[in-house]
């Protein structure tokens, strides 16, 4: 079973950055389509950001620019850096396989108040 611990999140004003991480229990990780999610209170999970095995990337419109999500295939990581964040960007983060689903891990908290 893999096993995905996201981290990284926490309370920042609005216009702040932090830098998430997602480190996967997996063999081959290097292969995989990995991606960002995120689910806002009454909202359904939605896709953030993906990345291929080779670095392509893509974002949902409303990160475009703010949001950069990149890897690390020697540490098994995924990352997602996220600029002049917005109180909508307020949500619990997720990373998962892109096409296949590994499960959910226990996410990581990101709120954009001031």
């Known amino acids: 079973q893999v096993q995905l611990v996201e981290s990284g999140g926490g309370l920042v004003q609005p216009g702040g950055s932090l830098r998430l991480s997602c480190a996967a229990s997996?063999?081959?990780?290097?292969?995989?389509?990995m991606g960002w999610y995120r689910q806002a209170p009454g909202k359904q999970r939605e896709l953030v950001a993906s990345i291929t095995s080779a670095h392509f990337t893509n974002y949902v419109d409303s990160v475009k620019g703010r949001f950069s999500i990149s890897r690390d295939n020697v540490k098994n990581t995924v990352y997602l850096q996220m600029n002049s964040l917005k109180p909508e960007d307020t949500a619990v983060y997720y990373c998962?396989?892109?096409?296949?689903?590994w499960g959910w891990g226990q996410g990581t908290q990101v709120t954009v108040s001031s």
């Open positions: 998962n396989n892109f096409q296949l689903n």
């Open positions: 997996v063999r081959l990780f290097s292969i995989y389509t």
